[in-house]
């Protein structure tokens, strides 16, 4: 070998130590902060299972938390008012926003008008008497406060 070669070879040996070294400093600063010691289903590490969001569900829905929601069942067409300032979710199935102001997605912070697709899981605030939701076929729906069923 040469020695150009030769100082090429323990010049790339150098810069993958160098990498090596600077890739363990930022696993470890990772580490220490906690990237991945946090507990499932912890604030660290929030994501839930299905399952775990059925039985709160159906301990909220069941009075185990003081009874705050209900649970509705509807049929295709089927259309739920919810009180102004009262709150709902829809847990399974398809539904479209209705009444003239619309619900307020507490969510992300928008407001759907009447037409829109309500989201799964996105709790929703009925700014007005009329406002609510219509089954685009069988849905579940979680309610807090005052509603009427058509």
Not at 127 to 135: H, L, T, V
Request: hydrophobic fraction near 40%.
């Amino acid at each position: 070998m040469r020695k150009t070669e030769i100082k090429r070879w323990i010049k790339l040996a150098l810069l993958i130590l160098a990498l090596a070294v600077c890739g363990a400093a930022i696993y470890g600063a990772g580490m220490a902060k906690g990237a991945s010691g946090a507990v499932p289903g912890s604030a660290g590490d929030p994501l839930i299972t299905k399952s775990y969001l059925d039985e709160r569900l159906s301990e909220l829905a069941g009075g185990s938390a003081g009874g705050m929601f209900s649970r509705v069942t509807l049929s295709r067409g089927d259309r739920i008012s919810v009180k102004g300032g009262g709150e709902l979710m829809v847990y399974s199935g398809n539904a479209e926003v209705t009444g003239s102001d619309g619900l307020v997605n507490l969510t992300t912070g928008e407001l759907f008008r009447d037409g829109n697709s309500a989201i799964k899981y996105h709790l929703y605030l009925s700014p007005a008497d009329d406002s609510g939701i219509r089954a685009s076929g069988n849905v579940t729906v979680f309610v807090r406060g005052g509603y009427t069923k058509q």
